[in-house]
């Protein structure tokens, strides 16, 4: 009889629970998929005791992971844990020393230490697979790492936070301030404990880092990443985008150009009738483009224990099959340090305004646009009170810089009220 591959799992939470199901589940199924027992041989937790909804006596317990991660019993390390540093750090490398393959879940790790983590375990001949770390249960790593691995990838976009997408368009559907919905959602627990995670752009940057990583053959970086949150959209600006023929998104994007490398996670419009201006509610989206396949849109959920688990499982399969590929998809020793981009890819922008009832207050705000070398594509005006009016107006492709330098400018006309908001426009 074959060898099993004999799992060690740190971290009963969501996704460690819902990786047991599928191993006590699907127990036959995996064997005739991989030629091989996958067993459990050990568990980790802060608990023992906790009641998890599943049947762990059969499994060894270790109150410590670092000495589950180097157990004799153990082919595969899945850490589960979370959190960039602490247990999860020290069990990972604990497991590679004693020759340990790793699968993991935990972006955060990984976005801080991975090149150092894929050159310790590809000097030991080990794998690290972390495709639950990215969009869920959508096989993202697996496509950019194996399917798409002929093409020079051009870009990488997507909404790889659900907490975020659900805020955005439960907004809209609703009609509710950003501050309403943050707190229902809170509430109905779709939100980390520290809810800055979610809604600061600080998850979702973890996994783009991680994507443009693979994409681009370059060392992670997440220091590098532009964040931007979605705590100042307000539901005017929804309303008004979407009068406009646009959505708003939380939207990552990474690609290479003769500015550098550019990685950002923030506000985003999008055509209301693009894949990306559809995705509705909870659910991740990731946008692949590549030289020789063009783009492929892959869609699915990108959070809970069911997707999470799965991807856990096609990443300890591919291990129990025989399937070993670098951490990132090319040897660690050969990923470049890429040089930070100083200026996103030109794009237009939505800018929104409250312009003072007063005489030619529209042409001091287009000569302000224009002295910073920004032109108007369109603008339409809303009804106003006896004060001011609000203002929409979307440029042409424009810098970033050469915006700011409007906006930086417009105090000085003396007919701008409050602080104006402004928007990129990404074209997908």
Known sequence: MTEPLRLGIAGLGTVGVGVVRIVQKH????????????????????????????????????????????????????ELMGGSDGPAKAATEAAIAAGKDVVTANKAMLAVHGQALAEQAEAAEQVIRFEAAVAGGIPVVKALTEGLAGNEITRVMGVMNGSCNYI?????????????????????????????????????GHKLALLASIAFGTQVDFDAVELEGIGSVTIEDIDQAADMGYKIKLLGVAQISGRGLEQRMSPCLVPATSPLGQLEG???????????????????????????ASAVMGDVIDIARGLRIATFGQPANTLRKARPAQSAVPAPYYLRLQLLDKPGALAKIAQALGEAGVSIDRMRQYGHDDAAAPVLIVTHKTTRTALNEALAAFPATGVVSGKPVAIRIEAV
């Open 27 to 78: 127990r036959e199924l995996l064997e005739r998929r991989t030629g091989r027992p996958v067993v459990i041989a050990v568990v980790s937790a802060r608990s023992k005791s906790k009641d998890r909804g599943v049947d762990l006596s059969d499994y060894a317990w270790e109150d410590d992971p670092v000495v589950l991660a180097a157990r004799a019993d153990v082919d595969v390390f899945v």
């Open 168 to 204: 955005l368009t439960r907004m809209q559907d609703a009609g509710l301030s950003y501050e309403a919905v943050f707190d229902e959602a809170n509430a109905l627990g779709y939100l980390e404990a520290d809810p800055e995670l979610d809604v600061g752009g600080i998850d979702a």
């Open 282 to 308: 909870g659910t991740n989206m990731v946008v692949l483009e590549g030289d020789a396949v063009n783009q492929i849109v892959l869609r699915g959920p990108g959070a809970g224990e069911g997707p999470t």
